[in-house]
């Protein structure tokens, strides 16, 4: 914001304002500013002038800045889509949360459905890193990565789990570029299943996805509880061949 000013004033009045708009800041404002950009105030104003050369090569964003912006925002719009669905967050409303302005959006983003895009990919990639690492406990990998995706902790924090169980119903509503990128993170699942030691011969990579999307959509849907559970337990048992927990 102080920059702004600087920039402002120096444009309309050029360098022979320098110093004017020196004397217009407070001294609480320079000494701010120099410790911004870890300068001596004495390097940025010397009574008479501004060094602005000085001052916007300190100023300058880096692209590793940048970079570690965008992922932020991705981090946080990810979570939010998931718990709130797409249409539940405003461009605005995600920025002010990161403590960030609506038009510092389109340093990182053209629209809104890329945002939607680039979270999508950043939802699968993090989800497939998770299956990756899953190590098995007594069982096939195939089974460890099933109770993973079934377990009653995923069910009910959608923020934190699959994008496809959150929002697949919106997903066929959405622009080409977000399908797009759903339906490589959906054809991702299914190479990882694919090829998974343990999964029943019988059982195409599509059917067992398609029984585990459904679980835990209707077992976060309903109101009931124990009709949760069974949702979820059973395609567990259908999966693996484990035994229901008893009510």
Same mark, same amino acid.
């Given at each position: ?17 320098? $110093? ?9 404002? @320079? ?10 105030? @004495? ?11 000085? @001052? ?42 990161? $403590? ?38 007594? $069982? ?44 490589? $993170? ?31 959509? @209707? ?29």
């Amino acid at each position: 914001m102080l920059l702004q000013e600087f920039n402002e004033f120096h444009g309309r009045h050029g360098s022979s304002g320098t $110093g004017a708009v020196a004397r217009k800041l407070s001294s609480a404002s @320079l000494f701010l500013l120099s410790y911004l950009i870890e300068i001596k105030p @004495l390097y940025l104003y010397d009574g008479d002038h501004i060094n602005k050369d000085f @001052l916007a090569t300190k100023m300058r964003y880096r692209p590793e800045d940048k970079e570690k912006t965008r992922q932020r925002i991705l981090s946080v719009s990810a979570r939010r889509y998931r718990s709130e669905g797409l249409t539940g967050v405003g461009i605005a409303n995600l920025m002010a949360d990161l $403590g960030m302005t609506h038009g510092g959006f389109y340093a990182h983003f053209t629209d809104k459905e890329a945002l939607v895009t680039a979270s999508c990919e950043y939802a699968f990639s993090a989800m497939l890193k998770n299956w990756d690492q899953l190590q098995p406990t007594g $069982g096939t990998p195939f089974a460890a990565r099933v109770r993973d995706y079934l377990s009653r902790q995923h069910v009910d924090h959608p923020e934190n789990g699959c994008f496809a169980a959150a929002l697949a119903g919106e997903m066929a509503r959405r622009d080409t570029r977000s399908r797009q990128a759903f339906s490589h $993170g959906i054809e991702q699942m299914l190479l990882r299943l694919a090829e998974e030691d343990g999964r029943p011969a019988n059982l195409a990579p599509e059917a067992v996805l398609s029984m585990m999307l459904g679980a835990v959509m @209707l077992a976060r849907a309903v109101s009931d509880r124990q009709l949760s559970e069974r949702f979820r337990q059973l395609a567990v048992s259908a999966l693996t061949g484990a035994e229901p927990d008893q009510p």
